[in-house]
T-cell receptor, first 113, second 115 residues
């Protein structure tokens, strides 16, 4: 029944490791996003995909690589994790076009030690 | 470039009192404006949105907001808050010329409702 679901909810890992976060939406939306929420709760867009095509890439390090196998899924792979990557990562989706609210998942709290 | 400023990082208020959370924006183009709420350990949920038309918009849970173009503001109000309204509130804008859906967020305001 969940509209936008992310897994895992919590992820604790060591520096240098590679990890992935998965996201799925069952709303039939064409556009999906990854947002990062830092320790001060500031939210910033990282990537956006429209129907499997990358449309927004906001100067995110190359260690972050999104992949969209189909328009209902958008995964985030992170290589060589660093302490500064610790944050909450939110997946979201929306219908095509502007003026459309985003629907957010419940977030993945990533802690890098 | 566009930006959103939420003027208060924390707003403590007693239960059943009125509250206003302030949001100002900066943009050289027309914008769409949104308020989202984030309850602890949850994702963001849309409270209300301003797209066009009436400047007073009503949302869920008894919240409303007023768009003021001359003041470039979009303040959120509720006449009587409940303990359950304790959460983080985010104001966000989307450039009217954009079709990417990208949201630019403010820094958030923590609403603390006390009994």
């Amino acid at each position: 029944d969940t509209a936008v679901s992310q897994t895992p909810k919590y992820l604790v890992t060591q520096m240098g490791n590679d990890k992935s976060i998965k996201c799925e939406q069952n709303l039939g939306h064409d556009t999906m996003y990854w947002y990062k929420q830092d320790s001060k709760k500031f939210l910033k867009i990282m990537f956006s995909y429209n129907n499997k095509e990358l449309i927004i890439n906001e100067t995110v390090p190359n260690r972050f690589s999104p992949k969209s196998p189909d328009k209902a899924h958008l995964n985030l792979h992170i290589n060589s994790l660093e302490l500064g990557d610790s944050a909450v990562y939110f997946c979201a989706s929306s219908p095509n076009g502007g003026a459309k609210p985003l629907h957010f998942g419940n977030g993945t709290r990533l802690t890098v030690t | 470039a566009q930006s959103v400023t939420q003027l208060d990082s924390q707003v403590p208020v007693f239960e059943e009192a009125p509250v206003e959370l302030r949001c100002n924006y900066s943009s050289s183009v027309s914008v769409y404006l949104f308020w989202y709420v984030q309850y602890p350990n949850q994702g963001l949920q849309l409270l209300l949105k301003y797209l066009s038309g009436s400047t007073l918009v009503k949302g869920i849970n008894g919240f409303e907001a007023e768009f003021n173009k001359s003041q470039t503001s979009f303040h959120l109000r509720k006449p009587s808050v409940h303990i359950s309204d304790t959460a983080e509130y985010f104001c966000a804008l989307q450039p009217g010329s954009s079709n990417t859906g990208k949201l630019i967020f403010g820094q958030g305001t923590t609403l603390q409702v006390k009994p």
